[in-house]
C-alpha cells in the first residue's frame, strides 16, 4: 500500500522536501505531481505532523491512501 502526501502547491512541496531531506526520513520524492511517497505509514504520518504543525503547511497538503 502507498502512503503519499500531496501538495497543492509546489512552494507547500519544497519547504517539506527540503525539511524532510536530511532528518533521515525513508521516503520516494515523486517532485513533477508534488508528492512525496513513503514505505512507512507511521513515517507519512509524522511528516504530516511536521507540515500542519512546526512547517506551517496546514491546508496545503492531502494524504492520499
Known amino acids: 500500500m502507498k502512503m503519499i502526501i500531496k501538495f497543492k ?4 512541496y519544497d519547504t517539506c522536501h527540503t525539511f524532510i ?6 521516503f520516494r520524492t515523486r517532485g513533477e505531481e508534488k508528492m512525496i511517497e ?13 507540515c500542519s504543525g512546526m512547517l506551517g503547511l496546514e491546508g496545503d497538503f492531502e494524504i492520499v491512501v
Not at 9 to 12: F, L
Not at 21 to 26: D, I, K, S, T, V
Not at 40 to 45: C, G, I, R, W
Open 38 to 50: 513513503f514505505f512507512y505509514e507511521y513515517t507519512m504520518l509524522d511528516v504530516a505532523g511536521f
Open 9 to 12: 502547491t509546489k512552494k507547500a
Open 21 to 26: 531531506n536530511g532528518n533521515g526520513f525513508c
